[in-house]
């Protein structure tokens, strides 16, 4: 490090409690700003959990499906037409639905129940217990073991249960990649079983997955699907469907981006005031420095010198402590939605930045607007 | 005397405009050479550390010029005059101002390295000049920490650690006692100039006039004399 950086770190780093205060402001709207996009984040993955889950490239819907779990039924007809596109190597049905589960205890659960295409299985669970093969059992479910499996009264294989007043019987257990939103626990089951337990509309099939011969036949298929007035979507644009859905529709994104954008605000305004003050305290150093000799541009680099030592010190705090929090809130509540992503970060990084060059911008019109003669003066 | 170290110009200099317009040196014209203790005297508001602030390219004046070792500092862009305060030039500020939060060594350092020199040569050299003012074995504490004295000596440290040509002083010796100014100046005179050197002290500390080669007077923006002092007490430069 050069020697006027480090008199520069000198400067901010003695003055301990000013420079706490700074850490305190950054630290604080990091960590603000991380919790509210973690916890959104969080959410948005958590409702495409079953696009996750499924696993399939292309899902074809009713245009006005917005969200995984509202499906809209789809004639039978579209799936032949499907089956019968060029470029598709198949293409099979899949049931989205919600039943009632009257526990031994005699209470009710709603569980989420997802239908497999009984030729093929397709989009079936990894199972940590039981066969796959036994899903075609009399009554079989399977179970998936997330953090709603609880409420569930944590059944074994072969515990018997009531769904929608029928018999059911857990055969197997499994694990998904992403747990849902909704806070309740999800079963597969074969579809005409779902479609037998669960009353429906004329139609039942949720979605219709796809797998394509190539991924270039993808953009012929989707529009072949288009003609028959219906939506195929890539797993990607149906997750970004269903983000945008919660972003934009649901005020939740708007909720969540005004909390981001106060905690900006306020640490914005803490670490600006703060470093502010540091450097109106400081101005007369920086005054007898420019009349010893200390260049302008050398003042500058001083300046951002020290705001982005701060900047960084407090991101890095802001992260830790957030990344903390939420680790601790998930060993407490397994349903607790919050992920810190790279984009998170990266945003958050940025308004760091953002914070870091609007205080030293500040400090630096008021440095060189500094006439060495009026410290001279006295 | 030697060479010319600084020559001034008619030098005028105002502040404000119309009504408010206030004249703080009006054409001042004199020479200070290097070897020389130069004394500028004269009432509050007379325009001392006008003048001193434009010989030593920290304030522009409104007319006339300012030759420093022969170069015309007004003409220069004002990263060079940055330049020539830092290699010719060092000033010791009425109010010291030291930097609180570095130790003193450190703020003895601070021209070294502005010049650029490496941290821990430049804390080798500002220890040796703590030693020329005395003040070794206060090397590590903060300035807040010392006396009045001990913090204008850590200032003339300061000053002259980068080797200037020129020393400036405003009011040394204000917020001192009439004992310690005595010692400060006599150090000065003694340790500080030598015949390469040419120092400016602003006072109006009579007490300590017998140091002086030359004192110039000012009143209300004029140099009203220039006497030299034939009987001042003369240089002993132990300073290499
Ligand atoms: N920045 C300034 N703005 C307005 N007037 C000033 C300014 N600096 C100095 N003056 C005026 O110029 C005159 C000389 O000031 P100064 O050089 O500080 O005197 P001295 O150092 O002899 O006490 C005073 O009348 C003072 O009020
Ligand atoms: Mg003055």
């Known amino acids: 490090m050069s020697s006027i950086l480090k008199i520069a770190l000198k400067l901010l ?3 301990r409690s000013k420079f706490i205060a700074l850490l305190v402001g950054i630290t604080f709207a990091v960590f603000l700003m991380i919790m509210m996009m973690s916890m959104f984040s969080g959410i948005l993955s958590r409702s495409s959990s079953s696009v996750y889950n499924v696993g399939a490239k292309i899902w074809v819907m009713d245009p006005a499906v917005n969200n995984a779990t509202s499906s809209i039924p789809m004639p039978d007809y579209v799936l032949s037409s499907a089956r019968s596109i060029n470029g598709v190597k198949y293409a099979v049905p899949i049931y989205f639905g919600n039943a009632l589960v009257k526990l031994k205890s005699g209470a009710y659960q709603a569980v989420s129940v997802v239908g497999l295409d009984d030729a093929t299985l397709y989009g079936r669970p990894e199972l940590i217990e039981g066969k796959i093969e036994d899903i075609y059992a009399e009554s079989a479910f399977i179970v998936v073991k997330d953090a709603e499996f609880k409420k569930l009264e944590s059944p074994a294989v072969g515990t018997e249960f009531e769904i929608n007043d029928h018999r059911g019987l857990v055969v197997g257990l499994a694990k998904v990649a992403s ?5 309740i626990p999800t079963v597969y089951t074969t579809y005409h079983r779902a479609i037998t337990y669960i009353p429906s509309m004329r139609f039942t099939t949720s979605y219709i997955l796809i797998e394509p011969k190539h991924e270039s036949d993808i953009p012929f298929i989707q529009q072949q699907i288009k003609k028959l007035g219906y939506q195929a979507l890539t797993r990607d644009q149906f997750v970004r469907k269903i983000s945008d859905f919660y972003t934009y529709q649901t ?3 708007m909720n969540v ?4 954008a106060i905690s900006f605000i306020v640490g914005l305004s803490i670490s600006g005031q703060t470093f502010y003050t540091f450097i109106l305290e400081n ?22 010198f020290q705001a982005s030592f701060t900047a960084l010190i407090g991101y890095g705090l802001g992260v830790g402590l957030a990344s903390a ?6 060993l407490r509540l397994p349903s607790y939605a919050a992920q810190v992503t790279y984009t998170n970060l990266t945003f958050a990084f940025f308004m760091v930045l953002i ?3 609007v205080s030293s911008y500040i400090g630096i019109r008021k440095v060189l607007q500094i006439q060495p003669f009026d410290i001279f003066r006295g | 005397m030697g060479n010319v170290a600084i020559k001034a110009n008619a030098l005028v200099k105002w502040f404000g405009e119309g009504e408010a317009k206030t004249t703080a040196v009006k054409s001042a014209s004199f020479e200070a050479d290097f070897g020389e203790l130069l004394y500028i005297v004269g009432p509050s508001g007379s325009g001392k550390t006008t003048l001193l602030s434009m010989i030593s390219g920290i304030l522009k004046p409104n007319e006339g010029s300012v030759l420093v070792e022969g170069k015309d500092i007004w003409q220069m862009k004002s990263d060079d005059i940055a330049d020539l305060r830092l290699h010719k030039i060092g000033f010791v500020f009425q109010d010291y101002h030291l930097f609180p939060r570095l130790t003193t060594v450190e703020n003895v350092a601070i021209p070294l390295i502005l010049k650029k020199m490496d941290w821990n040569e430049a804390l080798k050299v500002g220890l040796e000049y703590l030693e020329i003012v005395g003040l070794k074995d206060k090397a590590q504490l903060q300035p807040v920490k010392l006396s009045g004295g001990e913090q204008q000596r850590v200032a003339i440290a300061r000053a002259i650690a980068g080797k200037p040509d020129i020393l400036i002083f405003d009011e040394p010796t204000a917020s001192l006692d009439g004992d310690t100014g005595r010692k400060i100046v006599e150090f000065v005179k003694t340790k500080i100039l030598n015949p390469e050197r040419c120092v400016i002290i602003v006072t109006h500390d009579s007490r300590i006039y017998e140091y002086a080669d030359s ?13 030299r002092n034939t009987n001042a007490i003369p240089y002993m430069s132990h300073e290499k």
């Open chain 1, 355 to 357: 914070m870091a060059g």
């Open chain 1, 179 to 183: 747990g849902g939103l909704f806070g």
């Open chain 2, 215 to 227: 004192i110039m007077k000012m009143e209300d923006g004029n140099i009203i004399a220039f006497e």
């Open chain 1, 257 to 260: 981006l005004m909390m981001t």
């Open chain 1, 13 to 15: 780093v003695n003055d």
């Open chain 1, 251 to 253: 005020g939740m994104g």
């Open chain 1, 325 to 330: 929090l939420m680790i601790l809130a998930k």
């Open chain 1, 283 to 304: 101005l007369e150093r920086f005054g007898a420095l420019k009349a010893i000799g200390a260049k302008g541009n050398e003042l500058i680099k001083m300046i951002l």
